[in-house]
């Protein structure tokens, strides 16, 4: 079972891979800003499956969350903020390798969010999804270093 340092280091490879791809397919340039948003994301979304046990990982993830609860304050982001909040709540209630070890999970979770911030927020669809497609692919490394590629795909879909 690898490491959070594993983990993060598969979350910077996501990133990389998502950061070429939107290169290609976009038609505006990833400002310095979002790259930072994206890498910061794809970083998050390679611990969040083990935020549900009490490790380095569920650290850095509580001290992330704290920064989006201040951001969401100070931008009177409420049902973001309510949202967030409800997250940090939830996890503590959930066991390790259930629903955040889920495939389905790991990309309608975020989704969801994104259709919540699109609705409330006026940033461009193609940075949302840019952010979104950082966090999902994170997070789906984290789960191909968890389980590998044969087990993944025999296993959770």
């Not at 598969?10 to 890498?39: D, M, R």
């Not at 390679?46 to 951001?71: E, G, K, N």
């Not at 304050?73 to 049902?79: D, G, P, R, S």
Request: contains cysteine; proline residues 4%; hydrophobic residues 55%.
């Amino acid at each position: 079972m690898p490491n959070y340092r594993t983990h993060l280091l598969g979350g910077a490879v996501s990133f990389v891979i998502v950061y070429k791809l939107a290169g290609y397919c976009s038609p505006e340039p990833i400002q310095n800003l979002s790259i930072i948003g994206g890498l910061g994301l794809a970083l998050l979304g390679s611990i969040f499956p083990d935020i549900d046990v009490p490790s380095r990982m569920q650290t850095i993830f509580y001290r992330s969350m704290i920064v989006v609860l201040i951001t969401t304050l100070i931008f009177k982001l409420w049902k973001l903020f309510i949202g967030a909040s409800a997250l940090s709540c939830i996890i503590l209630f959930i066991r390790h390798r259930t629903i955040t070890h889920q495939i389905w999970f790991l990309i309608t979770f975020p989704l969801a969010l994104l259709f919540l911030i699109k609705n409330k927020t006026s940033f461009s669809l193609n940075l949302l999804m840019f952010f979104y497609a950082c966090f999902v692919l994170g997070a789906l490394s984290h789960i191909l270093l968890d389980f590998g590629i044969k087990r993944l795909f025999r296993r959770r879909l």
